[in-house]
Every structure is written in structure tokens, then in C-alpha cells.
């Protein structure tokens, strides 16, 4: 069984930062990939960001440079690290992680961004 434990959303202005947390019951080692997934009001989820077992990253178009997905092994946690927040990134936040073929969902951590 694998529980993720999200956390870091909040209110900020635009321009502002916000580091969201994933916190995994397992070494993050473990799993193929972990991701960060975003659900707007009345919009389909959509891909943030992600990183493998190895280095490699990858973001949509819509956060490079902007956002940075991370990871500290010691405590089994995912981050993404938001600078330069605009309005539109208001969404609710998803961490994901895939082992042995399955995904792996953490609940929504709501994020707004406004002033």
C-alpha cells in the first residue's frame, strides 16, 4: 500500500512563491516516476511536472521556468518549488507516483493565486 501526503497549498499573491509537498510511505526510489498533476475549476487534470528514478525532469510548457520539481530521498518527499505565480496556476494540486504499472494519487492540495 503507498500513501502520499500532500501539503504546502495556500493563498498567494501573483508574482509570489508556494513549495508544495509530497510526502511518500516508501523510498521514492521505488517508484518509476513521481508527478505533479493540476485540476482548475471545471478543467481536466493536467500534467506539471515530473522526475524519474534517475535526474531527468520534465514540465509542461505552461510552468518552465517557473516551476521546479525536487526531491529529498532522507525523507521520502517530492517537491515543487512555484515561483512567479500567475492567476491561471490556480488549481487544485495532485501528486502522482507510478510503481509496478499502478498510479499512485495523493488528495488535492488547493492552491490560489490571487491579490
Known amino acids: 500500500q503507498v500513501q502520499l501526503v500532500v501539503s504546502g497549498g495556500g493563498l498567494v499573491q501573483p508574482g509570489g512563491p508556494l513549495r508544495l509537498s509530497c510526502a511518500a510511505s516508501?523510498?521514492?526510489?521505488?517508484?518509476?516516476?513521481m508527478r505533479w498533476y493540476r485540476q482548475a475549476l471545471g478543467n481536466e487534470r493536467e500534467f506539471v511536472a515530473r522526475i524519474g528514478s534517475g535526474v531527468i525532469t520534465n514540465y509542461a510548457d505552461s510552468v518552465k521556468g517557473r516551476f521546479t520539481i525536487s526531491r529529498d530521498s532522507a525523507k521520502n518527499t517530492v517537491y515543487l518549488q512555484m515561483n512567479s505565480l500567475k492567476p491561471e496556476d490556480t488549481a487544485d494540486y495532485y501528486c502522482?507516483?507510478?510503481?509496478?504499472?499502478?498510479?499512485?494519487w495523493g488528495q488535492g492540495t488547493q492552491v490560489t493565486v490571487s491579490s
Open positions: 516508501r523510498s521514492i526510489f521505488s517508484f518509476f516516476m
Open positions: 502522482n507516483a507510478i510503481l509496478a504499472a499502478a498510479n499512485y
